[in-house]
């Protein structure tokens, strides 16, 4: 018997007809879900609704002209439902804390001000936090303008398995915060090691003499600085409304185009939108040229390289994993073309993610 002549076939044609139908109206169901989510939110009604889920149930019991009987019905309507009031549930979002710090400025412009931002002591906890699903999403510091790439950032990306979902440029400007605002009080400076070195400059200028100490934030810094009258913050304009400090001075950054790219990181993989960016890490053999072999199909490819970082195994003296963005979607052809390449040049490859390129009209810089 001839294969198109396999009565199965069709049938199993018509199946993926269906099913193709059920998937659509499934992912319907859960965009009116979203909507209803958010009316429930204006009007301060709680999601869960047990009541209502029972009467759905009920309804698909009484008009079910079978064969699926309702011990069916209930398991997969229960799984629908469920999914349904997941998507209700508003945005939980990991931020590196406590409030007003640069990365809490940027998850809430990010976002809109929309979802629950949730602050962690440190980057390792916002990994960590995502990756348990007790956030849905978590904003992190990749690198800056003026002081390169928050490294931290790039070895967590080793540990967890995430990926980036957006990308998010904020412009940095830096004031020195007190509570008298009063230089002459000042006995300590705290902030972030890279907010310090962003101020060097100016701190050595305006303030010789002065205890500088490091902090894990610059909104930890303010929060310092607002229990102590002898302790100032380098921190954001921000900080000094939620912290009730009072500027010293304001734009003390030495460099004035000061932009630092934030990563939103999660589980969910955003689909093409003819501006993308896909990123990837990659480790090479410790021999000649094995770089250059894995860099190769960039050239022949024609693609844009954005980023290229290096950061050491830790397995191996000499061993480094590379950090890589390159323009365009894994889901085009030549784009996964690309990686296959890189892939079978390399002794292990790992895709970060596919994510719409940040553009200016995006925060107005």
Same mark, same amino acid.
């Given at each position: 018997?001839?294969?198109?002549?396999? #009565?199965?076939?069709?049938?199993?044609?018509?199946?993926?007809?269906?099913?193709?139908?059920?998937?659509?109206?499934?992912?319907?169901?859960? +965009?009116?879900?979203?909507?209803?989510?958010?009316?429930?939110?204006?009007?301060?009604?709680?999601?869960?609704?047990?009541?209502?889920?029972?009467?759905?149930?009920?309804?698909?019991?009484?008009?079910? #002209?079978?064969?699926?009987? &309702?011990?069916?019905?209930?398991?997969?309507?229960?799984?629908?439902?469920?999914?349904?009031?997941?998507? @209700?549930?508003?945005?939980?979002?990991?931020?590196?804390?406590? &409030?007003?710090?640069?990365?809490?400025?940027?998850?809430?412009?990010?976002?809109?001000?929309?979802?629950?931002?949730?602050?962690?002591?440190?980057?390792?906890?916002?990994?960590?936090?995502?990756?348990?699903? @007790?956030?849905?999403?978590?904003?992190?510091?990749?690198?800056?303008?003026?002081?390169?790439?928050?490294?931290?950032?790039?070895?967590?990306?080793?540990?967890?398995?995430?990926?980036?979902?957006?990308?998010?440029?904020?412009?940095?400007?830096?004031?020195?915060?007190?509570?008298?605002?009063?230089?002459?009080?000042?006995?300590?400076?705290?902030?972030?090691? =890279?907010?310090?070195?962003?101020?060097?400059?100016?701190?050595?200028? @305006?303030? #010789?003499?002065?205890?500088?100490?490091?902090?894990?934030?610059?909104?930890?810094?303010?929060?310092?600085?607002? @229990?102590?009258?002898?302790?100032?913050?380098?921190?954001? =304009?921000?900080?000094?409304?939620?912290?009730?400090?009072?500027?010293?001075?304001?734009?003390?950054?030495?460099?004035?185009?000061?932009?630092?790219?934030?990563?939103?990181?999660?589980? =969910?993989?955003?689909?093409?939108?003819?501006?993308?960016?896909?990123?990837?890490?990659?480790? +090479?053999?410790? +021999?000649?040229?094995?770089?250059?072999?894995?860099?190769?199909?960039?050239?022949?490819?024609?693609?844009?390289?954005?980023?290229?970082?290096?950061?050491?195994?830790?397995?191996?003296?000499?061993?480094?994993?590379?950090?890589?963005?390159?323009?365009?979607?894994? &889901?085009?052809?030549?784009?996964?073309?690309?990686?296959?390449?890189?892939?079978?040049? +390399?002794?292990?490859? &790992?895709?970060?993610?596919?994510? #719409?390129?940040?553009?200016?009209?995006?925060?107005?810089?």
């Amino acid at each position: 018997m001839k294969k198109t002549d396999n #009565p199965l076939i069709p049938l199993r044609d018509e199946i993926d007809g269906i099913d193709a139908k059920i998937l659509e109206l499934i992912n319907a169901r859960l +965009t009116i879900g979203e909507k209803v989510g958010a009316v429930k939110k204006e009007e301060g009604s709680q999601v869960l609704d047990r009541a209502r889920e029972r009467m759905v149930i009920e309804n698909l019991f009484r008009i079910n #002209p079978g064969p699926a009987d &309702k011990e069916l019905i209930q398991y997969i309507f229960n799984v629908i439902i469920t999914a349904t009031r997941e998507v @209700q549930k508003p945005k939980t979002i990991a931020y590196l804390g406590p &409030k007003a710090s640069y990365t809490h400025i940027a998850a809430l412009k990010h976002f809109t001000h929309s979802g629950r931002f949730v602050e962690q002591p440190n980057l390792f906890d916002i990994f960590r936090n995502v990756e348990r699903g @007790q956030s849905h999403f978590g904003v992190v510091p990749v690198e800056n303008s003026i002081e390169g790439a928050v490294n931290h950032t790039l070895d967590l990306f080793i540990e967890f398995d995430l990926s980036i979902c957006a990308e998010h440029y904020e412009p940095i400007s830096h004031d020195l915060l007190s509570i008298t605002g009063e230089a002459r009080d000042i006995k300590t400076v705290y902030s972030h090691p =890279q907010a310090i070195s962003q101020c060097k400059g100016w701190l050595n200028k @305006q303030l #010789p003499g002065v205890e500088i100490m490091e902090t894990s934030s610059t909104s930890k810094a303010a929060l310092l600085a607002s @229990q102590d009258d002898s302790v100032a913050a380098i921190a954001s =304009q921000k900080a000094a409304h939620i912290y009730e400090l009072l500027p010293v001075a304001s734009k003390i950054e030495d460099f004035g185009s000061n932009v630092t790219r934030f990563l939103v990181i999660g589980k =969910q993989h955003p689909e093409p939108t003819g501006q993308d960016k896909t990123s990837i890490m990659f480790a +090479t053999s410790h +021999t000649p040229g094995a770089l250059f072999k894995a860099l190769a199909p960039i050239d022949r490819s024609g693609l844009n390289m954005m980023k290229l970082e290096s950061r050491p195994t830790r397995h191996h003296n000499w061993s480094y994993y590379f950090f890589m963005d390159i323009e365009g979607h894994m &889901k085009e052809d030549l784009v996964a073309r690309t990686i296959d390449e890189i892939q079978a040049a +390399t002794l292990s490859l &790992k895709i970060l993610g596919s994510y #719409p390129a940040f553009t200016k009209e995006d925060n107005g810089l």
